[in-house]
């Protein structure tokens, strides 16, 4: 790279840029990676002066903020579940066996154990609390992992949509550094796995629209309108995004976290259709009560139906919700109002317990095991697993 490239890229950068290259280790392929990442970021429409450019949405609330607060930080014994809910223990057995045909297992949150043409991909994976150490009590799992990674299934690659806690866990990328795996991740979150010890040459970062093929499994990054950061000082200093998957048996997508807008529609027109779609969920505002997630780049429950509907997909398996407490509102809330929401528009929608298995294609056993009614016999029908132990 010429003296005259550089300059102009950390020029653009500013002094943001200058301190992640000045941060890189003496090991030659940390830094070629990094003067890479720098040029790459220049070229991306996505960012601007080394940010990226946010566009989440600024809606009225009928609730103050004040009012929000309270209820997620003293109030949050009315919001989860009264005791650890159930799941169903992952059949190891199974997923030892690659599959041709795609199917799903769901670890909770947003966290996926996807087979699809013979290929194990991990997205978003998550075993522990979601926050940082300081804030683990607030972020404890209302549900226990279904499986420790140690157990799980080596993947062939792991997807990663954006670099908050809830979706990017240290431990978890540490674990798997030494193995045989590569990571597909959205442009400049390469850094975080770096630093966590994942050699940069294991490390694909996207820009929106980028793709990748793995196998016989096409990976594309595509847009989303959310926010990246962990430590506040690093706001939107690496892309998010979400993600579609095809390959010759099937063809999957997954929104990330993400507002409601127009990406969806231009998602269906370039890379759909899709076999079944993993689409975030968050309770609606109604009555006059709520807040309004989409400032803060998530989906209310009417805004998942529609991007399910923009897409064009046959299956909704909806994900974010259950596992942690991270909005102001009661746990199983989203569901309530997204199964309301399929009952106008006819949606299929899949709602699995964590740790179980199914096909993409086929016929789906959907079952609200986590309603009144059904919950006793959902804890009597399946046991509990004891929470993986993680050290970060």
Not at 55 to 82: C, D, H, I, T, Y
Not at 194 to 219: L, Y
Not at 260 to 278: V, W
């Amino acid at each position: 790279m010429s003296n005259v490239i550089k300059a102009s890229v950390l020029s653009a950068l500013g002094m943001m840029g200058l301190n992640q290259l000045l941060r890189a280790d003496d090991n030659v392929e940390s830094r070629s990676s990094e003067l890479k990442r720098l040029e790459r970021i220049v070229d991306s429409t996505q960012f601007k002066d080394g940010k990226v450019i946010t566009r989440m949405p600024n809606v009225a609330s009928p609730e103050s903020m004040s009012s929000v607060m309270w209820k997620f930080f003293f109030q949050r014994g009315a919001l989860k579940p009264q005791s650890t809910l159930p799941n169903m223990p992952v059949d190891v057995a199974k997923l030892s066996t690659r599959s041709l045909e795609p199917r799903i297992t769901w670890l909770g949150h947003s966290s996926l154990f996807i087979d699809i043409d013979n290929t194990r991909v991990l997205v978003d994976p998550v075993f522990d609390y979601a926050s940082p150490w300081i804030a683990k009590s607030l972020f404890s799992r209302n549900v226990n992992a279904p499986i420790a990674k140690e157990q799980l299934p080596t993947p062939d690659v792991i997807v990663i949509s954006h670099d908050h806690y809830d979706h990017l866990e240290e431990s978890t990328v540490r674990f798997y550094a030494d193995k045989d795996v590569e990571f597909f991740v959205p442009l400049a979150v390469g850094r975080h796995l770096e630093k966590w010890g994942v050699a940069p040459s294991k490390i694909r970062e996207f820009d929106w629209w980028d793709s990748a093929t793995f196998n016989s499994v096409t990976f594309t990054a595509a847009p989303a309108n959310h926010n990246s950061g962990r430590t506040g000082f690093d706001s939107n200093s690496t892309l998010w995004a979400s993600w579609a998957m095809r390959g010759q048996s099937g063809s999957l997508f997954y929104s990330g976290d993400t507002a409601y807008d127009s990406h969806f529609k231009q998602i269906a027109d370039k890379l759909g259709p899709f076999d079944m779609a993993f689409i975030e969920v968050a309770a609606n505002v109604k009555d006059g009560k709520g807040f309004p997630v989409e400032n803060w780049g998530h989906m209310q429950a009417r805004h998942t139906m529609q991007a399910f509907m923009d897409l064009g997909a046959k299956k909704l398996f909806p994900v974010h919700w259950s596992t942690y407490e991270l909005f102001a509102h009661k746990w199983d809330e989203p569901m309530t109002d997204l199964i309301a929401e399929a009952q106008v528009t006819g949606a299929e929608l899949v709602t699995p317990m964590v740790g179980e298995t199914n096909p993409v294609h086929g016929e789906t056993y959907t079952h609200f095991w986590w309603m009144d009614d059904s919950l006793e016999v959902a804890k009597q029908s399946y046991a509990f697993t004891q929470p993986a132990t993680i050290n970060d």
